[in-house]
């Protein structure tokens, strides 16, 4: 079991910048791969980033590449979202998630842990 704990949402002006955080505990390993996703009202949820246990592998969605950073501190079990740029459209509860190994990192529903949620609003 892993239990996934993320903090660091909250409101924001468009164009400004925020950083998600994502604790883990539990059984991790040096396959585990993190993963962030979100989910706007009336939308399905869908991939945001996600990072392999070494951190030389990312990857991101097309709609946030170039503005979102994904990095991790395996000393401290924490994954982190670095969003930089943000746009109304960002707007969503954003959820950390945790598989093991890369193979369908993209795909929520590979992954077998989640968090609870964290809302991030992005106002215009």
């Known amino acids: 079991q892993v239990q996934l704990v993320e903090s660091g949402g909250g409101l924001v002006q468009a164009g400004g910048s925020l950083r998600l955080s994502c604790g883990a505990s539990?059984?991790?390993?040096?396959?585990?791969?993190m993963g962030w996703f979100r989910q706007a009202p009336g939308k399905e949820r869908e991939f945001v980033a996600a990072?392999?246990?070494?951190?030389?592998?990312?990857y991101y969605a097309d709609t946030v590449k170039g503005r979102f950073t994904i990095f991790r501190d395996n000393a401290k079990n924490t994954v982190y979202l670095q969003m930089s740029s943000l746009k109304a459209e960002d707007t969503a509860v954003y959820y950390c998630?945790?598989?093991?190994?890369?193979?369908?990192?993209?795909?929520?529903?590979?992954?077998?842990?989640w968090g609870q949620g964290t809302q991030v609003t992005v106002s215009s």
């Open positions: 990072i392999s246990w070494s951190g030389y592998t990312t």
């Open positions: 539990g059984r991790t390993t040096s396959s585990t791969v």
């Open positions: 998630a945790a598989k093991a190994g890369l193979a369908g990192a993209k795909n929520a529903q590979e992954y077998d842990y």
